[in-house]
């Protein structure tokens, strides 16, 4: 009975030193978005910005990271990255090809059997509730087992 109080004990231990590593990640990653929006300026940093935010309304819990030197939003996994060129804002979803796309949002890296991306130019509008809808989509892609991917997945013939 003791070892597995103490098992327990370890156990918390443990989730509580990940809850408060992710945390201090996820505060580092902010600043570090911040920065970044900040250092663009124009239309690529206020564009980098609504897109973050309307990330952050579409799943709360999101986990803001920064990984290759662009900003990343994960869920049980990462849902998009956020890349920033001359003449676009990129939006890079990992497992884009297995996230239904009704509002047909993806416009790039449509060839690839894994990954779907939406690349948003200058002057362009967004369509803020179907790319909350696809960020949704994109997390509970990311919290489907591969047993439910591979039923979902369709057929080949």
């Not at 999101?62 to 869920?75: L, T």
């Not at 803020?128 to 039923?151: F, G, M």
Request: hydrophobic share 40%; aromatic share 6%.
């Amino acid at each position: 009975m003791k070892k597995a109080a103490k098992k327990k004990t370890a156990k918390k231990a443990v989730k509580k030193a990940a809850k408060k590593a992710t945390q201090t990640v996820d505060v580092s990653a902010s600043k570090l978005i911040d920065g970044r929006i900040k250092e663009l300026g124009g239309w690529r940093g206020k564009m980098l910005a609504e897109v973050r935010a309307l990330i952050k309304a579409a799943v709360p819990d999101v986990a803001q990271e920064w990984k290759w030197g662009i900003p990343v939003w994960s869920y049980n996994g990462i849902i998009t990255t956020g890349e920033v060129y001359k003449s676009v804002v990129k939006l890079t979803f990992a497992k884009g090809a297995s996230v239904t796309d009704p509002a047909r949002l993806f416009n790039s890296s449509l060839e690839g059997g894994t990954r779907r991306a939406i690349d948003i130019r200058e002057n362009e509008k967004i369509d803020e509730k179907a790319l909350k809808a696809l960020i949704r989509a994109a997390a509970d892609v990311n919290t489907r087992t591969p047993k439910t991917l591979a039923r979902k997945a369709p057929k080949k013939t």
